[in-house]
């Protein structure tokens, strides 16, 4: 596995309204082939950051935007295809069980989904494939994107809050799941649970005010190091 640079964003800024920038001066370099955890308090943009990368937020600028080393444009098709994102508040194709889900998602993305039964298994979901996702709980949806996301390898996989809503043999399934990620692609995730990003992650960035003001590597990673940056402003 290589250690190059995969996605390379500097001086960005973006917001819901043009005079109201959720993100500004906001930098960001992710490697290949690293799982990175994204903290901070509510309202800092760590969403808002995962919405841009994938095109859901028109409104943005930066002074450079590159994937492996070339000019980025979020929204082309070519981009698209090369990355998936699970949102904490995720209601799409509520009509589709997970077997059709799943299956759109493959022939959207040209791929084919491998490994998709014994994550059925390790998420606890054999029960639930065939059923609507507008009749699944908020933990079982959770399940059926997370299953599909692993099952698709992108080369940038984003999840927002991945947590919420698991129970605990399913939470330690996913911790699993995202530690071994980096032998396919980068992880990019947002969490406020300290235990996800101090288990998981190779990088942590603690963003704040819209902005990425500390990082920590690997042996530096530390639950009450963390907890102490993010409480020199605001308890959490």
Same mark, same amino acid.
């Given at each position: 596995?290589?250690?190059?640079?995969?996605?390379?964003?500097?001086?960005?800024?973006?917001?819901?309204?043009?005079?109201?920038?959720?993100?500004?001066?906001?930098?960001?370099?992710?490697?290949?082939?690293?799982?990175?955890?994204?903290?901070?308090?509510?309202?800092?943009?760590?969403?808002?950051?995962?919405?841009?990368?994938?095109?859901?937020m028109k409104?943005?600028?930066?002074?450079?935007?590159?994937?492996?080393?070339?000019?980025?444009?979020?929204?082309?098709?070519?981009?698209?295809?090369?990355?998936?994102?699970?949102?904490?508040?995720?209601?799409?194709?509520?009509?589709?069980?997970?077997?059709?889900?799943?299956?759109?998602?493959?022939?959207?993305?040209?791929?084919?989904?491998?490994?998709?039964?014994?994550?059925?298994?390790?998420?606890?979901?054999?029960?639930?494939?065939?059923?609507?996702?507008?009749?699944?709980?908020?933990?079982?949806?959770?399940?059926?994107?997370?299953?599909?996301?692993?099952?698709?390898?992108?080369?940038?996989?984003?999840?927002?809050?991945?947590?919420?809503?698991?129970?605990?043999?399913?939470? +330690?399934?996913?911790?699993?799941?995202?530690?071994?990620?980096?032998?396919?692609?980068?992880?990019?995730?947002?969490?406020?649970?300290?235990?996800?990003?101090?288990?998981?992650?190779?990088r942590v960035?603690?963003?704040?005010?819209?902005?990425?003001?500390?990082?920590?590597?690997? +042996?530096?990673?530390?639950?009450?190091?963390?907890?102490?940056?993010?409480?020199?402003?605001?308890?959490?």
């Amino acid at each position: 596995m290589g250690n190059s640079i995969l996605l390379e964003m500097n001086d960005l800024t973006v917001g819901y309204s043009k005079d109201k920038p959720v993100l500004s001066g906001f930098d960001i370099r992710l490697n290949s082939h690293e799982v990175v955890g994204l903290i901070g308090l509510n309202g800092a943009g760590k969403t808002t950051f995962m919405k841009t990368l994938c095109g859901l937020m028109k409104e943005y600028r930066a002074t450079e935007c590159k994937w492996h080393g070339k000019p980025l444009v979020l929204r082309d098709n070519s981009f698209k295809k090369t990355r998936y994102a699970v949102f904490a508040e995720e209601h799409s194709f509520q009509y589709f069980t997970f077997r059709e889900y799943s299956s759109y998602i493959a022939s959207a993305y040209g791929k084919e989904l491998t490994d998709v039964e014994p994550l059925i298994d390790g998420f606890g979901f054999r029960e639930y494939t065939d059923i609507c996702f507008k009749e699944l709980s908020t933990g079982n949806l959770k399940k059926a994107y997370l299953i599909t996301a692993f099952a698709l390898k992108p080369e940038l996989l984003l999840l927002d809050e991945p947590v919420n809503g698991l129970d605990f043999q399913s939470t +330690e399934y996913l911790y699993r799941c995202m530690e071994n990620y980096k032998k396919h692609g980068t992880l990019l995730f947002a969490s406020h649970i300290l235990e996800s990003i101090c288990l998981t992650s190779d990088r942590v960035l603690v963003v704040e005010n819209g902005e990425i003001r500390k990082k920590f590597e690997k +042996e530096e990673i530390d639950a009450v190091t963390i907890r102490e940056v993010l409480g020199e402003h605001e308890t959490v």
